[in-house]
C-alpha cells in the first residue's frame, strides 16, 4: 500500500506569502507536493503551463499529457467497473463524472522540482511558531472535553494531535481548495501516477455516495488531500470515525470527528500510549556516529551508556523504550533520541523536519522549552543540482544511495556516513558543501 497523505506545503506558502512555497512530498517518493493557499488569485487559478514535466516519465510529457486530457471521459468509463464493484451507482457515477473537467494545472505541480530546498532549521523555524503554540493552546482550551473523551478512547496525546492540525494546515485554515473529486479523476486518468490515485478517486466516490463530507467541503490539496488534518481519501477509509454519532464521518466540520479520526490513524499506526515521540540529547564528540541510524534502535539507557544525555540532565522517563538516533544537521547540530511515537508520526507524514516539527509543536503546547542546542546556521544549502551531483558521486563511488533523485533521506545520509569513516572524517551524514568538495575532489 502506497503512502497515503501528502505532504502540505500550504504553511510555508503562507509564512512567505505566495503561492510558489513548495516541498518535496515525502509520502511517496518521486511527487512534489504544493498546493496554493485557498484564498490565492480567485477567478484566476493558473492554467496548465502546456509543457512536459520536470521528470522525464513518458506520461509527463505535453503531448502524452494532451492525449490522456482527451482521453479524459474514456479513461473515467474504463474506471466504471471498478466503481461499481464498490457499490457506487452507476446513476451516482454518471452525475458525479459527467460535468468533470481534467484540472491540468495539477501536472505542473506534480512534477515540480524545486531548485532550492530548505535546511531543517527552516521548516523548524516556520512551522513552530508563537502564533501557532498560542493558537494550538487555545484550540486544546476550547475542545478540552473532546480531546478528554478521545484520549480516553484512543489512548494518543491530544498535544499531537493538535500539533498535526497546525502544521498540517494551520488549523484548518490552509488547506487547499482544489476539489478532491476533479483532482483524484485527473491524476487516476492523466500523468505518472495513475494506479495509484486510481484508489483514491474510488475512495473519493464513496466517500461523496456516502455523504460523510458535503460535497463542496470536500477540496484540499492537488493530490487530494483535505480537511485540517489533511486525509487523503483511502486514509479516510481507514480511519476515520464518527466520533459525534450522527451518522456521518465528517473530518471537515465535525471537530469531534477530525480529531478522533486523526487519534484513530496515530493508533493504527502504532502509537505508544503515555510515550513521547522523542527527546532532544547532547552528543559527546566522541560517539561513533555510524549509530546514528535509525535501522540501529537502542534502549534509552544503552545509548545513556554511549554518553548521550537530554540538555540540562533531565532523566529520561522510560529508559528501557528502544529509540534510534537522528543526527539531521551533522556534528555541529542536535541530536534527537527517536521513540517508536515518532515513527507513527512518520507514517502519517514521512518528511522528518515535519515529523520533528510536529513532535516538537506538540512539547510546546504543553509547556515545553524551545531546543536548548544550536543548529548550525551557517551552512548552506545545496541546490538541487548539487544534490544529484552529491548522490551521483556518491554512487560512483560505490555507495549506494538508490536512485539519485535529489532528495537526502536516511539513505543518502548513510552513503556519506560510510564516505566519511573511509576519509578518516567523524561520520556524521551531513550533506554539507564540504562533502560535496571532498566528493569532486576524488
Ligand atoms: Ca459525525
Redesign the pocket.
Known sequence: MPKTRILIAALLASAIGNATAQDRDDRYPGITGTISPSASSPGGAPEWSGESGASGHPLMTAAAIRQAADNFHACLERIWPAAAKRSITREFYQSATAQLTPDLRIMDLMDNQPEFTKSFWDYLDILVTDARIAKGRELLEKYRKTFDAVEQAYGVDRTIITAIWGVESNYGTLGGDRPVLRSTATLACIGRRQNYFREEFLSTLEILQRG?VRPDRLVGSWAGAFGPTQFMPTAFKRFAV?????????VVD?I??LIASTANNLRKDGWVSGQSWGYEVVIPSTLNFMLADHRRPMPLREWERHGLTRPGGKPFPHPDAQAFLLVPAGVQGPGFLMLANFNAIMKYNPAEAYALAIGHLADRLRGGERFAQDWPRYERVLTRDERLELQQLLARHGFDIGEPDGHLGAKTRSAIREFQAKAGQIPDGFASAVVLEQLRGR
Open positions: 460523510d464518527d466520533f459525534d454519532h450522527d451518522g456521518r464521518r465528517d465535525s469531534p470527528d
